[in-house]
Protein backbone atom coordinates (compact mmCIF):
# COMPACT_ATOMS: atom_id res chain seq x y z
CA UNK A 1 0.00 0.00 0.00
CA UNK A 2 1.88 3.17 -1.14
CA UNK A 3 2.20 5.79 1.64
CA UNK A 4 0.21 8.86 2.03
CA UNK A 5 1.30 11.97 2.86
CA UNK A 6 -1.28 15.35 4.04
CA UNK A 7 -0.40 18.81 2.48
CA UNK A 8 -2.49 22.02 2.28
CA UNK A 9 -2.73 23.22 -1.56
CA UNK A 10 -4.05 26.51 -2.39
CA UNK A 11 -6.60 26.46 -4.74
CA UNK A 12 -5.94 29.68 -6.38
CA UNK A 13 -1.99 29.08 -7.05
CA UNK A 14 -1.11 25.63 -6.16
CA UNK A 15 1.41 26.66 -3.66
CA UNK A 16 1.96 24.01 -0.95
CA UNK A 17 2.34 23.72 2.96
CA UNK A 18 2.86 21.02 5.29
CA UNK A 19 0.79 22.89 7.67
CA UNK A 20 -2.52 24.78 7.37
CA UNK A 21 -1.58 28.86 7.43
CA UNK A 22 -5.10 31.65 7.00
CA UNK A 23 -2.35 33.39 4.41
CA UNK A 24 -1.23 31.62 1.31
CA UNK A 25 2.75 32.47 1.65
CA UNK A 26 2.94 32.67 -2.38
CA UNK A 27 0.15 34.39 -3.48
CA UNK A 28 -1.48 35.85 -0.06
CA UNK A 29 -4.51 34.94 -0.25
CA UNK A 30 -6.50 34.11 2.41
CA UNK A 31 -8.42 31.37 3.46
CA UNK A 32 -7.33 29.06 0.28
CA UNK A 33 -5.51 26.04 1.53
CA UNK A 34 -7.46 23.00 1.71
CA UNK A 35 -6.21 19.42 2.69
CA UNK A 36 -4.78 17.14 0.28
CA UNK A 37 -3.83 13.41 1.27
CA UNK A 38 -1.29 12.76 -2.02
CA UNK A 39 0.50 9.36 -2.60
CA UNK A 40 3.67 8.80 -2.64
CA UNK A 41 4.65 8.02 -6.42
CA UNK A 42 7.41 4.76 -6.78
CA UNK A 43 10.53 5.95 -8.46
CA UNK A 44 11.53 3.73 -12.14
CA UNK A 45 14.86 4.30 -12.99
CA UNK A 46 14.76 1.67 -15.49
CA UNK A 47 15.02 1.91 -19.21
CA UNK A 48 13.34 4.90 -20.71
CA UNK A 49 10.53 3.61 -23.50
CA UNK A 50 10.95 6.89 -25.26
CA UNK A 51 14.63 6.80 -27.10
CA UNK A 52 16.38 9.89 -27.76
CA UNK A 53 16.75 10.90 -31.50
CA UNK A 54 18.46 13.50 -33.78
CA UNK A 55 16.24 16.54 -33.57
CA UNK A 56 16.81 16.57 -37.57
CA UNK A 57 14.33 13.02 -37.82
CA UNK A 58 11.23 14.82 -36.09
CA UNK A 59 8.53 14.81 -38.64
CA UNK A 60 7.83 18.80 -37.95
CA UNK A 61 4.74 17.85 -40.40
CA UNK A 62 2.94 16.47 -37.58
CA UNK A 63 2.32 19.94 -36.02
CA UNK A 64 0.19 22.06 -38.95
CA UNK A 65 -3.13 23.32 -37.56
CA UNK A 66 -6.64 21.71 -38.78
CA UNK A 67 -9.18 24.83 -38.95
CA UNK A 68 -11.67 24.60 -37.28
CA UNK A 69 -14.41 26.15 -39.25
CA UNK A 70 -14.36 29.60 -37.18
CA UNK A 71 -12.47 32.02 -38.83
CA UNK A 72 -11.78 34.37 -35.82
CA UNK A 73 -11.09 31.13 -33.74
CA UNK A 74 -8.35 30.40 -36.39
CA UNK A 75 -6.74 33.63 -36.80
CA UNK A 76 -5.93 33.53 -32.30
CA UNK A 77 -4.61 29.90 -32.72
CA UNK A 78 -2.52 30.47 -36.02
CA UNK A 79 -5.00 27.99 -38.42
CA UNK A 80 -6.53 26.37 -36.59
CA UNK A 81 -6.16 22.88 -33.68
CA UNK A 82 -2.66 20.76 -34.13
CA UNK A 83 -3.47 17.45 -33.83
CA UNK A 84 -1.91 16.40 -30.23
CA UNK A 85 -2.21 19.50 -28.52
CA UNK A 86 -3.90 21.07 -25.17
CA UNK A 87 -6.19 23.63 -25.46
CA UNK A 88 -7.28 25.58 -22.18
CA UNK A 89 -10.49 27.89 -22.87
CA UNK A 90 -11.64 30.12 -19.99
CA UNK A 91 -13.88 32.91 -19.05
CA UNK A 92 -16.05 34.32 -16.66
CA UNK A 93 -19.51 32.19 -16.16
CA UNK A 94 -22.14 32.77 -18.61
CA UNK A 95 -19.99 34.31 -21.44
CA UNK A 96 -20.14 31.38 -23.57
CA UNK A 97 -17.50 29.74 -23.37
CA UNK A 98 -19.57 25.83 -23.94
CA UNK A 99 -21.39 27.71 -26.71
CA UNK A 100 -17.90 28.17 -28.36
CA UNK A 101 -16.46 24.55 -27.67
CA UNK A 102 -19.64 23.26 -28.77
CA UNK A 103 -19.49 24.77 -31.91
CA UNK A 104 -15.92 23.98 -32.61
CA UNK A 105 -17.09 20.66 -31.93
CA UNK A 106 -19.57 20.68 -35.06
CA UNK A 107 -17.68 22.46 -37.17
CA UNK A 108 -14.88 19.54 -37.43
CA UNK A 109 -17.69 16.93 -36.90
CA UNK A 110 -19.09 18.79 -40.05
CA UNK A 111 -15.64 17.97 -41.90
CA UNK A 112 -15.84 14.63 -41.18
CA UNK A 113 -13.95 14.21 -38.05
CA UNK A 114 -15.06 12.15 -35.73
CA UNK A 115 -15.66 14.21 -31.86
CA UNK A 116 -15.98 13.61 -28.48
CA UNK A 117 -17.73 16.19 -26.41
CA UNK A 118 -17.55 15.21 -22.74
CA UNK A 119 -19.81 17.65 -20.60
CA UNK A 120 -19.75 16.61 -17.10
CA UNK A 121 -21.18 19.60 -16.35
CA UNK A 122 -25.05 19.16 -17.96
CA UNK A 123 -26.58 15.72 -18.97
CA UNK A 124 -27.23 14.31 -22.51
CA UNK A 125 -30.82 16.43 -22.56
CA UNK A 126 -29.20 19.68 -21.93
CA UNK A 127 -26.20 19.86 -24.23
CA UNK A 128 -29.18 18.34 -26.89
CA UNK A 129 -31.13 21.25 -26.65
CA UNK A 130 -28.10 23.75 -27.00
CA UNK A 131 -26.76 21.80 -29.85
CA UNK A 132 -30.43 22.16 -31.52
CA UNK A 133 -30.39 25.67 -31.16
CA UNK A 134 -26.83 26.23 -32.53
CA UNK A 135 -27.66 23.72 -35.76
CA UNK A 136 -24.70 21.30 -34.33
CA UNK A 137 -26.45 17.63 -34.26
CA UNK A 138 -23.83 15.78 -36.57
CA UNK A 139 -23.48 11.99 -37.02
CA UNK A 140 -19.52 12.20 -36.30
CA UNK A 141 -20.54 14.36 -32.95
CA UNK A 142 -20.02 12.30 -30.25
CA UNK A 143 -21.74 13.50 -26.52
CA UNK A 144 -20.76 11.77 -22.97
CA UNK A 145 -21.34 12.77 -19.40
CA UNK A 146 -18.43 10.73 -17.96
CA UNK A 147 -17.12 12.64 -14.99
CA UNK A 148 -14.23 9.81 -14.58
CA UNK A 149 -10.90 10.34 -16.33
CA UNK A 150 -9.88 6.72 -17.00
CA UNK A 151 -13.56 5.96 -17.96
CA UNK A 152 -13.70 8.86 -20.50
CA UNK A 153 -10.10 7.35 -21.37
CA UNK A 154 -11.55 4.29 -22.28
CA UNK A 155 -14.27 6.21 -24.34
CA UNK A 156 -11.53 7.48 -26.64
CA UNK A 157 -9.77 4.53 -27.17
CA UNK A 158 -13.10 3.04 -28.39
CA UNK A 159 -14.51 5.53 -30.17
CA UNK A 160 -10.78 7.22 -31.57
CA UNK A 161 -11.93 10.46 -32.11
CA UNK A 162 -9.76 13.41 -33.22
CA UNK A 163 -11.06 16.17 -30.66
CA UNK A 164 -11.65 15.25 -27.77
CA UNK A 165 -13.80 18.47 -25.72
CA UNK A 166 -13.89 18.29 -22.37
CA UNK A 167 -16.13 21.19 -20.96
CA UNK A 168 -15.23 21.31 -17.75
CA UNK A 169 -11.94 20.53 -16.34
CA UNK A 170 -13.24 20.99 -12.80
CA UNK A 171 -15.95 18.69 -13.44
CA UNK A 172 -13.91 15.73 -14.31
CA UNK A 173 -12.05 13.62 -11.30
CA UNK A 174 -9.25 11.54 -10.94
CA UNK A 175 -11.18 8.47 -8.14
CA UNK A 176 -7.56 7.44 -7.29
CA UNK A 177 -8.01 10.90 -5.23
CA UNK A 178 -10.12 11.19 -2.57
CA UNK A 179 -10.62 15.15 -2.86
CA UNK A 180 -13.77 16.46 -5.07
CA UNK A 181 -13.84 17.46 -8.56
CA UNK A 182 -12.98 21.16 -8.98
CA UNK A 183 -9.84 20.54 -5.60
CA UNK A 184 -6.46 21.50 -6.66
CA UNK A 185 -5.15 18.17 -7.02
CA UNK A 186 -8.37 16.82 -8.94
CA UNK A 187 -7.45 19.56 -11.81
CA UNK A 188 -4.13 19.18 -11.52
CA UNK A 189 -3.93 14.98 -11.90
CA UNK A 190 -6.75 14.96 -14.59
CA UNK A 191 -5.70 17.82 -16.53
CA UNK A 192 -2.11 16.35 -16.30
CA UNK A 193 -3.58 12.88 -17.64
CA UNK A 194 -5.61 14.33 -20.54
CA UNK A 195 -2.89 16.00 -21.97
CA UNK A 196 -0.64 13.03 -21.68
CA UNK A 197 -3.33 11.28 -23.39
CA UNK A 198 -3.08 14.10 -26.34
CA UNK A 199 0.36 13.75 -27.03
CA UNK A 200 0.44 9.49 -27.09
CA UNK A 201 -2.93 9.28 -29.17
CA UNK A 202 -1.99 12.65 -31.18
CA UNK A 203 -5.31 13.66 -30.48
CA UNK A 204 -6.37 17.16 -30.03
CA UNK A 205 -7.73 18.07 -26.30
CA UNK A 206 -9.68 21.24 -25.87
CA UNK A 207 -10.29 22.04 -21.79
CA UNK A 208 -12.74 24.68 -20.75
CA UNK A 209 -11.78 25.90 -17.30
CA UNK A 210 -13.68 28.91 -14.94
CA UNK A 211 -12.19 31.67 -14.18
CA UNK A 212 -11.83 33.20 -10.21
CA UNK A 213 -13.20 36.22 -8.92
CA UNK A 214 -10.22 37.97 -9.88
CA UNK A 215 -10.12 36.89 -14.01
CA UNK A 216 -7.23 34.22 -13.43
CA UNK A 217 -8.12 30.94 -14.66
CA UNK A 218 -9.11 28.80 -11.25
CA UNK A 219 -7.19 26.14 -10.34
CA UNK A 220 -3.26 25.36 -9.59
CA UNK A 221 -1.16 27.27 -11.76
CA UNK A 222 0.81 24.43 -13.17
CA UNK A 223 -2.67 24.23 -15.38
CA UNK A 224 -1.63 26.99 -17.72
CA UNK A 225 1.96 25.52 -17.58
CA UNK A 226 0.95 21.94 -19.11
CA UNK A 227 -1.31 23.04 -21.69
CA UNK A 228 0.12 23.82 -25.01
CA UNK A 229 -2.10 26.94 -25.35
CA UNK A 230 -4.25 29.10 -23.31
CA UNK A 231 -6.79 30.94 -24.66
CA UNK A 232 -9.51 33.86 -22.55
CA UNK A 233 -12.79 34.50 -23.92
CA UNK A 234 -14.26 37.53 -22.56
CA UNK A 235 -16.87 40.25 -22.48
CA UNK A 236 -19.39 42.40 -20.85
CA UNK A 237 -22.53 39.63 -20.54
CA UNK A 238 -24.44 42.95 -21.23
CA UNK A 239 -23.32 43.57 -24.72
CA UNK A 240 -23.05 41.00 -27.76
CA UNK A 241 -19.34 41.21 -28.41
CA UNK A 242 -17.43 38.31 -27.23
CA UNK A 243 -13.19 39.14 -27.24
CA UNK A 244 -10.89 35.66 -27.82
CA UNK A 245 -7.26 36.42 -26.69
CA UNK A 246 -4.28 34.13 -26.06
CA UNK A 247 -2.26 34.61 -23.60
CA UNK A 248 -0.14 31.15 -24.36
CA UNK A 249 0.59 29.37 -27.84
CA UNK A 250 3.18 27.04 -28.67
CA UNK A 251 2.39 26.75 -32.39
CA UNK A 252 2.62 31.01 -32.94
CA UNK A 253 1.73 34.19 -31.39
CA UNK A 254 0.08 35.42 -29.05
CA UNK A 255 -0.45 38.90 -30.33
CA UNK A 256 -3.76 38.39 -31.93
CA UNK A 257 -7.59 39.13 -31.09
CA UNK A 258 -10.72 37.13 -31.92
CA UNK A 259 -14.10 39.24 -32.10
CA UNK A 260 -17.23 37.36 -31.76
CA UNK A 261 -20.74 38.82 -31.70
CA UNK A 262 -22.93 36.23 -29.35
CA UNK A 263 -26.72 35.60 -31.10
CA UNK A 264 -29.58 33.52 -30.93
CA UNK A 265 -28.14 31.28 -32.85
CA UNK A 266 -24.41 30.99 -30.95
CA UNK A 267 -21.50 33.06 -31.67
CA UNK A 268 -20.91 34.50 -35.05
CA UNK A 269 -17.48 35.57 -36.15
CA UNK A 270 -16.89 39.49 -36.52
CA UNK A 271 -14.64 40.32 -39.83
CA UNK A 272 -14.83 44.20 -39.29
CA UNK A 273 -15.09 45.01 -35.50
CA UNK A 274 -14.46 48.29 -35.97
CA UNK A 275 -17.49 48.68 -37.76
CA UNK A 276 -19.64 47.20 -35.23
CA UNK A 277 -18.33 49.75 -32.93
CA UNK A 278 -19.08 52.90 -34.87
CA UNK A 279 -22.31 51.51 -36.18
CA UNK A 280 -24.65 53.47 -33.41
CA UNK A 281 -22.16 56.52 -32.74
CA UNK A 282 -23.60 59.94 -32.85
CA UNK A 283 -20.72 62.19 -34.12
CA UNK A 284 -22.65 65.42 -33.51
CA UNK A 285 -22.69 64.76 -29.64
CA UNK A 286 -20.28 66.86 -27.60
CA UNK A 287 -18.07 64.73 -25.87
CA UNK A 288 -17.55 62.14 -28.30
CA UNK A 289 -14.02 60.72 -29.95
CA UNK A 290 -12.94 58.25 -32.15
CA UNK A 291 -9.40 56.71 -30.96
CA UNK A 292 -7.22 53.85 -32.78
CA UNK A 293 -6.27 51.39 -30.64
CA UNK A 294 -3.79 48.55 -31.20
CA UNK A 295 -5.23 45.06 -29.72
CA UNK A 296 -2.11 42.58 -30.53
CA UNK A 297 -1.57 42.84 -34.21
CA UNK A 298 -5.39 44.44 -34.68
CA UNK A 299 -6.63 47.71 -35.13
CA UNK A 300 -9.42 48.87 -33.40
CA UNK A 301 -11.56 52.17 -33.62
CA UNK A 302 -13.31 52.44 -30.46
CA UNK A 303 -15.20 55.54 -29.27
CA UNK A 304 -14.47 57.42 -26.17
CA UNK A 305 -17.33 59.34 -24.67
CA UNK A 306 -17.39 61.94 -21.85
CA UNK A 307 -19.97 64.17 -19.53
CA UNK A 308 -18.52 66.78 -17.37
CA UNK A 309 -21.54 67.97 -15.21
CA UNK A 310 -21.68 70.62 -11.97
CA UNK A 311 -21.10 68.94 -8.76
CA UNK A 312 -21.78 70.50 -5.09
CA UNK A 313 -19.94 68.29 -3.72
CA UNK A 314 -16.23 68.53 -2.00
CA UNK A 315 -14.75 65.78 -3.43
CA UNK A 316 -16.66 65.33 -6.86
CA UNK A 317 -16.93 62.07 -8.66
CA UNK A 318 -14.73 60.62 -11.49
CA UNK A 319 -16.20 57.35 -12.53
CA UNK A 320 -14.33 55.50 -15.77
CA UNK A 321 -15.95 52.79 -17.35
CA UNK A 322 -13.84 50.23 -19.37
CA UNK A 323 -10.99 53.05 -19.00
CA UNK A 324 -8.12 52.96 -16.07
CA UNK A 325 -9.37 55.03 -13.19
CA UNK A 326 -5.59 56.29 -13.04
CA UNK A 327 -4.65 57.15 -16.38
CA UNK A 328 -8.53 59.65 -15.87
CA UNK A 329 -7.22 61.15 -13.08
CA UNK A 330 -4.40 62.14 -14.37
CA UNK A 331 -5.46 63.62 -17.91
CA UNK A 332 -7.91 65.31 -15.90
CA UNK A 333 -4.72 66.90 -13.36
CA UNK A 334 -3.12 68.03 -16.90
CA UNK A 335 -6.17 69.64 -18.13
CA UNK A 336 -6.73 71.90 -15.01
CA UNK A 337 -2.52 73.07 -14.69
CA UNK A 338 -1.42 73.07 -18.02
CA UNK A 339 -4.33 74.22 -20.11
CA UNK A 340 -6.13 75.37 -17.33
CA UNK A 341 -9.93 74.08 -17.73
CA UNK A 342 -11.90 74.33 -14.50
CA UNK A 343 -12.84 70.42 -14.01
CA UNK A 344 -11.84 70.98 -10.09
CA UNK A 345 -15.53 71.42 -9.67
CA UNK A 346 -17.45 68.93 -12.11
CA UNK A 347 -18.40 65.39 -12.13
CA UNK A 348 -16.48 63.55 -14.90
CA UNK A 349 -17.74 60.19 -16.48
CA UNK A 350 -15.70 58.31 -19.40
CA UNK A 351 -16.74 55.46 -20.73
CA UNK A 352 -15.64 52.95 -23.49
CA UNK A 353 -18.55 52.46 -25.80
CA UNK A 354 -19.30 48.80 -26.32
CA UNK A 355 -18.12 46.88 -23.13
CA UNK A 356 -14.48 46.78 -24.03
CA UNK A 357 -11.53 47.75 -21.76
CA UNK A 358 -9.05 50.34 -23.39
CA UNK A 359 -5.71 50.01 -21.57
CA UNK A 360 -2.94 51.58 -23.53
CA UNK A 361 -2.00 54.53 -23.30
CA UNK A 362 -2.27 56.05 -26.59
CA UNK A 363 -5.95 56.63 -25.70
CA UNK A 364 -4.95 59.39 -22.96
CA UNK A 365 -5.20 62.04 -25.81
CA UNK A 366 -9.28 61.10 -27.06
CA UNK A 367 -10.29 60.72 -23.46
CA UNK A 368 -8.74 64.80 -23.16
CA UNK A 369 -10.20 65.61 -26.13
CA UNK A 370 -13.50 64.14 -25.31
CA UNK A 371 -13.60 65.63 -21.77
CA UNK A 372 -12.88 68.92 -23.51
CA UNK A 373 -15.57 68.92 -25.84
CA UNK A 374 -17.96 67.87 -22.87
CA UNK A 375 -16.61 71.03 -20.97
CA UNK A 376 -16.72 73.42 -24.07
CA UNK A 377 -20.43 71.75 -25.12
CA UNK A 378 -18.80 71.56 -28.91
CA UNK A 379 -19.41 68.31 -30.65
CA UNK A 380 -15.38 67.63 -32.15
CA UNK A 381 -15.47 67.20 -36.22
CA UNK A 382 -17.18 63.91 -36.80
CA UNK A 383 -14.42 62.82 -39.00
CA UNK A 384 -11.67 63.23 -36.72
CA UNK A 385 -9.72 60.79 -34.82
CA UNK A 386 -6.99 61.06 -31.93
CA UNK A 387 -4.15 59.32 -30.05
CA UNK A 388 -1.12 59.53 -28.24
CA UNK A 389 -0.03 59.70 -25.09
CA UNK A 390 -0.53 62.26 -21.94
CA UNK A 391 2.96 63.15 -19.75
CA UNK A 392 2.73 65.04 -16.66
CA UNK A 393 3.78 68.24 -17.93
CA UNK A 394 1.39 68.26 -20.98
CA UNK A 395 3.42 67.23 -23.90
CA UNK A 396 2.48 64.63 -26.51
CA UNK A 397 4.37 61.03 -27.00
CA UNK A 398 3.56 58.78 -29.96
CA UNK A 399 2.20 55.36 -29.93
CA UNK A 400 3.58 52.54 -31.06
CA UNK A 401 2.58 51.68 -34.61
CA UNK A 402 0.80 54.66 -35.84
CA UNK A 403 0.68 54.35 -39.39
CA UNK A 404 -1.80 50.84 -39.23
CA UNK A 405 -3.98 52.78 -36.83
CA UNK A 406 -4.42 55.49 -39.28
CA UNK A 407 -4.72 53.39 -41.97
CA UNK A 408 -7.64 51.57 -40.16
CA UNK A 409 -9.55 54.91 -39.53
CA UNK A 410 -8.51 55.86 -43.39
CA UNK A 411 -10.30 52.57 -44.79
CA UNK A 412 -13.49 53.69 -42.89
CA UNK A 413 -14.00 56.95 -43.52
CA UNK A 414 -12.32 59.13 -41.14
CA UNK A 415 -10.43 62.25 -43.17
CA UNK A 416 -8.07 63.66 -40.21
CA UNK A 417 -6.49 62.74 -37.14
CA UNK A 418 -4.78 64.89 -33.60
CA UNK A 419 -1.38 62.84 -33.57
CA UNK A 420 1.60 64.13 -31.66
CA UNK A 421 4.11 65.95 -33.62
CA UNK A 422 7.11 63.35 -33.31
CA UNK A 423 4.76 60.90 -34.93
CA UNK A 424 5.94 59.10 -38.45
CA UNK A 425 3.86 59.66 -41.61
CA UNK A 426 0.31 58.53 -42.33
CA UNK A 427 -0.99 56.38 -45.09
CA UNK A 428 -3.20 57.66 -47.88
CA UNK A 429 -5.83 59.11 -47.37
CA UNK A 430 -6.23 60.90 -43.85
CA UNK A 431 -4.60 63.89 -42.81
CA UNK A 432 -2.65 64.17 -40.25
CA UNK A 433 -2.61 67.62 -37.62
CA UNK A 434 0.75 67.57 -35.50
CA UNK A 435 0.35 68.65 -31.79
CA UNK A 436 3.35 69.02 -29.11
CA UNK A 437 0.68 69.51 -26.59
CA UNK A 438 -2.57 69.13 -25.09
CA UNK A 439 -3.04 72.39 -25.54
CA UNK A 440 -2.31 73.00 -28.98
CA UNK A 441 -4.40 69.35 -29.74
CA UNK A 442 -7.21 70.98 -28.52
CA UNK A 443 -6.75 74.28 -30.56
CA UNK A 444 -6.12 71.99 -33.44
CA UNK A 445 -9.64 70.21 -33.14
CA UNK A 446 -11.48 73.14 -33.66
CA UNK A 447 -11.98 73.93 -29.43
CA UNK A 448 -11.65 76.93 -27.50
CA UNK A 449 -9.18 77.11 -24.88
CA UNK A 450 -9.76 78.52 -21.87
Known sequence: MPRTRTVYRCRECGASSPSWVGRCPSCHEWNTLIEEHEAAAPVDRGRSIAAPIPIGRVDGATHHPTTTGLAELDRVLGGGLVAGSATLLGGEPGIG???????VAAESARRGTRVLYASAEESNAQVHSRAERLGAIHDDLWLSTEADVPALLGQVDELGPALVVVDSIQTVRAPELSSAAGSVGQVRECASTLVRMAKDANVAVVLVGHVTKDGALAGPRVLEHLVDTVLTFEGDRHHALRLLRASKHRFGSTEELGVFEMTGTGLLPVGDPSKLFLDDRRADVPGSVVVPVLDGYRPLLLEVQALTTASSADHPRRLAHGLDAG?????????AERVRFDVGRRDVHALAVGGVRIAEPAADLAVALAIASSLCDRALPADLVAMGEI???????????TPRRLAEAARLGFAQAVVPRSAPEAPPGIRVLRASTVGEAVALASLPLP
Open 97 to 103: KSTLALQ
Open 327 to 335: RLAMVLAVL
Open 391 to 401: GLGGELRQAQQ
